[in-house]
């Protein structure tokens, strides 16, 4: 396991949204920056029903390019000098009941117009630890403290990503968001209202208040990828309460 220390900084920048036609929805480029140097940039939809994750680099402040056609579909363009992420361009989806579908596309760095970066606010990293599956952050901001479970799925050598798509799932975060719901609803649902999902194509966040509950989540998903059997009864929870995609 392991746990960082308390010296390390986050700070978090977002470009200027493109609003989508009908205003309902818009797209942003987050970035994220560590006092040890990593980042991340994320493409993000929001709509005042909450946020879908879409695409993700490795790298801080990432410029994209959206274009929107129509209210519910998506052409997000990245620079082609990047390492190509995973992504399952029919798969990716945004929106209530994922009806928005969204189109990548790698393009030359000059096609992408330089983005304004907002400055949304810092947090002190205190804790960074690896588990059996997926990793647990805390941040400190203002006084108080929040923690984030991330899990990849299509990342680790038993992936469960082909079995899922061939069932005619999403196979990334949106499915491991369903699956999670799922465990939670059969094995921890005192815990279901103190968790809030953030998907996206490959993986996704499962963000709380309680460290317990997110180690509670990390257990559940540990003990998935053991037992095909409970996985399949998440999944159908999730499918029966109208949660998996």
Known sequence: MDTSSADEHWTQEASEPVV????????VVSSQTF???EGQSQAIVSSPRGGSGLIAFLSAR???RFEWRGDDKLIVSYPDDLPAPRIDATNSSFGQSGRGRVTYQ???????PEVRWTREGGAEVTERQ???????TALRENGATT??????DVSEADSSA????ARGLQGGGESWAGIIYGLVALRAPTIASEIEFDPESDGLVVRSDSRHALLEVAELVA?????PELLDAAIRRAQADSEME
């Open 20 to 27: 989508a036609p009908g205003g309902e929805y818009n797209a």
């Open 35 to 37: 006092g040890s140097g």
């Open 62 to 64: 990432v410029s994209m």
């Open 106 to 112: 790698a393009v030359p760095p000059r096609d992408i």
């Open 130 to 136: 690896s588990l059996d599956r997926g990793d647990l």
């Open 147 to 152: 923690y984030s479970y991330s899990y990849y």
């Open 162 to 165: 082909g079995a899922l798509i």
């Open 223 to 227: 003990a998935a990828k053991r037992d």
